[in-house]
């Protein structure tokens, strides 16, 4: 990487701002922003053919006028939750790290790669107690708002977006920002335009996956097209 800079002639105020402009340059050149949003969003869509091809665990079941009622858990999902994305945040790592050295700078990825394997952790660990615990009155009753937000806070798909807020704020990336809280808005909400609805268990997380993992490659593109653009 080379720079433009002049000397400073001594200037205390010349010299900061030439600081600040190779810093910025700098941190313009470790950006590779595009990579895990690639990734995390073809994880994201992939999980749609687990749900699709994986039966799930029923639990708690209920005799009801119409049948049953039960608890339903997809094992395999969230183990591939949990192996795809340990494998996509070291793809992650691999990848910056690569370009940094190719680039001459080192990359400040680690932060962003720890977070993103600590929220995983506690989304595992979540899983398993409320597989174990459940709601109170839960399958009777449908668990409260409040519970539902929480739940989706640690669903795979809240955790990538927690984690990209801490990539934004180590590229100081304004504009991964507000894509991130965008996505966070869609997920939480949810926003699913009512899809899947009496589509059966193995295809009622499709269209949230779809809305979800699509948007995350919308944001890839978007931001190689203006990596490259920027350099």
Not at 99 to 115: D, H, N, Q
Not at 129 to 143: H, K, M, R, V
Not at 173 to 179: C, M, N
Request: contains cysteine; positive net charge; charged residues 15%.
């Amino acid at each position: 990487m080379t720079s433009d800079a002049v000397p400073a002639g001594g200037d205390p105020r010349r010299v900061l701002a030439d600081v600040r402009e190779m810093a910025r340059r700098v941190r313009l050149a470790q950006r590779v922003t595009w990579l895990p949003l690639l990734l995390l969003g073809l994880v994201t869509l992939g999980a749609i053919l687990v749900y699709r091809f994986s039966h799930p665990v029923l639990s708690d079941c209920r005799t009801v006028a119409d049948g049953q009622i039960c608890k339903a858990w997809f094992r395999a999902a969230q183990i591939y939750w949990l192996s795809a994305l340990v494998l996509a945040y070291l793809a992650i790592a691999a990848g910056y790290m690569l370009v940094a050295r190719s680039r001459g700078l080192g990359a400040r990825v680690r932060p962003y790669v720890l977070t993103g394997l600590g929220l995983l952790v506690l989304s595992a660990a979540a899983s398993a107690t409320w597989g174990a615990l459940g709601s109170p009155g839960f399958p009777d009753e449908a668990p409260s708002p409040f519970v539902q937000f929480l739940f989706r806070v640690v669903d795979p798909a809240g955790i990538i977006g927690l984690a990209l807020l801490v990539l934004a704020w180590l590229e100081r990336h304004v504009a991964l920002l507000a894509f991130t809280l965008v996505y966070l808005v869609v997920v939480l909400v949810p926003i699913n335009f009512g899809w899947g609805e009496g589509w059966g268990p193995n295809w009622q997380f499709a269209p949230q996956l779809v809305i979800n993992g699509g948007l995350l490659l919308l944001g890839a593109l978007g931001f190689a097209v203006a990596g490259r653009r920027s350099r």
